[in-house]
């Protein structure tokens, strides 16, 4: 069975700065995604960003970069120039690739607070 | 094109009775899956759906059903609803060959008193 920990249940950052949230997983497998999900106030799930693990490029979408560590099992999201609307729960996420089905095992997620 | 649309959005029932929950996935898409949600517990996985398949279960016990139609409509179905039912259920799907990107609908908050 596969685990994802957000070690950080709620974080706060100030409008333009940065801030990066991180995300381990244990697994045995060798082929698989790691998401990042956010969750504003109106509970509509978003991905964020995607990682495929055969990639070693890290994905980058806009303002959000990942920092995939294949080898650590680490997956942390940094978010440049933090905008209000970046306020959300951020669940990280992991879904094995398989023929037989597919889910998404979710973090227990980090609650973002982005200041004026 | 529309979103992933789920139906009712908000219900409220009573310990013991039964609850069916829709799932309209975005059109094209054939793979649908639901999430419980809790503030205890997180997200889990229930089960997904791909061409009228179970193709996937998650660990929830046997009250806890679904089905697909041939349209790619879904619905979920709580027998004998206990209080710790209570739960925002959240559905999403995908596009076959791409489950890997998953669509989520606004979610039904089910309430169970």
């Known amino acids: 069975a596969q685990t994802v920990t957000q070690s950080q249940p709620e974080m706060s950052v100030q409008e333009a700065e940065t801030v990066t949230l991180s995300c381990t997983y244990d697994t045995s497998e060798n082929n698989y995604y790691l998401f990042w999900y956010k969750q504003p106030p109106s509970r509509q799930m978003i991905l964020v960003i995607r990682q495929e693990a055969y990639k070693q490029q890290n994905a980058t979408e806009n303002r959000f970069s990942v920092n995939f560590q294949k080898a650590a099992k680490s997956f942390s999201l940094k978010i440049s120039d933090s905008q209000l609307g970046d306020t959300a729960m951020y669940f990280c996420a992991f879904m094995k690739n398989s023929n037989s089905g597919y889910a998404l095992n979710f973090g227990k997620g980090t609650s973002l607070l982005v200041t004026p | 094109k529309a979103g992933v649309t789920q139906t009712p959005r908000y219900l409220i029932k009573t310990r013991g009775q039964q609850v069916t929950l829709s799932c309209s996935p975005i059109?094209?898409?054939?793979?649908v899956s639901w999430y419980q949600q809790t503030p205890g517990q997180g997200l889990q996985f229930l089960f997904e759906?791909?061409?009228?398949?179970?193709?996937n279960k998650g660990n929830f016990p046997g009250r806890f059903s679904g089905r697909q139609f041939s349209n790619s409509r879904s619905e979920m179905n709580v027998s004998t609803l206990e209080l710790g039912d209570s739960a925002l259920y959240l559905c999403?799907?995908?596009?076959?060959?791409?489950?890997?990107?998953?669509?989520f609908g606004p979610g039904t908050r089910l309430t169970v008193t």
């Open positions: 999403a799907s995908s596009l076959a060959g791409r489950t890997y990107e998953q669509y």
């Open positions: 059109s094209g898409h054939r793979s």
């Open positions: 759906y791909f061409s009228e398949t179970q193709r």
